[in-house]
């Protein structure tokens, strides 16, 4: 069974551009959540969706948005780039909503912006 | 709020020796508790789980033992291979996101 995929795997961006990133889950996995990994302040949530739909997100400004297709591949956006979203975003795949379910990670998406 | 807090690395051993990693939580409800692994360059892989009080997740060696009295999760392996060497993170999920502790890092030396 293939894991979770996320491309591109590296990007570097300027500051003030925008950035899409994409997700394509496990198979059968119908819920997708991103998180932000940095030295600084570790791992965060950034948002999760389910059936097309936003379920939850985390403390992170509107800059930051995503969406879900019919498919449950995911993609999130960020617009208006600033230095401090240089980042590792990871992609998770959960079978549904449930926490006892675990998530499974993709490699992440290393964003550098300059 | 809900958090998990995880002891500060690194954690040095050499090879054969044992492990523990401590992991403490806070949260409301009942939460599902988790540790998961991150190599160098890698998204994280799970590495186990407990759903509920006194539930023992193991995997590769490795054991954690859900405790809701003293509401830790702490992580231990009997003998630690150079290959174990990594960043572990414990986390915790009441809903559907995971809350996670700042990551320990783990050294094997031979």
């Known amino acids: 069974k293939a894991g979770v995929t996320q491309t591109p795997r590296y990007l570097i961006k300027t500051r003030g551009q925008q950035v899409t990133l994409s997700c394509s889950p496990i198979s059968g996995h119908r819920s997708v959540s991103w998180y932000q990994q940095t030295p600084g302040q570790g791992l965060q949530f950034l948002f999760e969706?389910?059936?097309?739909?936003?379920?939850n997100k985390g403390n992170f400004p509107g800059r930051f948005s995503g969406r879900q297709f019919s498919n449950s591949r995911s993609e999130m956006n960020v617009s208006t780039l600033e230095l401090g979203d240089s980042a590792l975003y990871l992609c998770?795949?959960?079978?549904?909503?449930?926490?006892?379910?675990?998530?499974?990670f993709g490699p992440g998406t290393r964003l550098t912006v300059t | 709020g809900d958090s998990v807090t995880q002891m500060e690395g690194p954690v040095t051993l050499s090879e054969e020796a044992f492990l523990t990693i401590n992991c403490t939580y806070t949260a409301t409800g009942y939460p599902s508790l988790f540790w998961y692994v991150q190599y160098p360059g890698e998204g994280l892989q799970l590495l186990l789980k407990?759903?509920?009080?006194?539930d023992k997740g193991s995997n590769k060696g490795f054991e954690a033992t859900y405790r809701k009295e003293t509401t830790s999760f702490h992580l231990e392996k009997g003998s630690v291979q150079v290959s174990d060497s990594a960043v572990y993170f414990c986390?915790?999920?009441?809903?559907?996101?995971?809350?996670f502790g700042t990551g320990t890092r783990l050294q094997v030396f031979p």
């Open positions: 986390a915790l999920s009441l809903t559907d996101k995971l809350i």
């Open positions: 407990a759903t509920k009080a006194d």
């Open positions: 998770a795949s959960q079978r549904t909503r449930d926490s006892s379910y675990e998530q499974y």
């Open positions: 969706y389910f059936s097309e739909t936003q379920r």
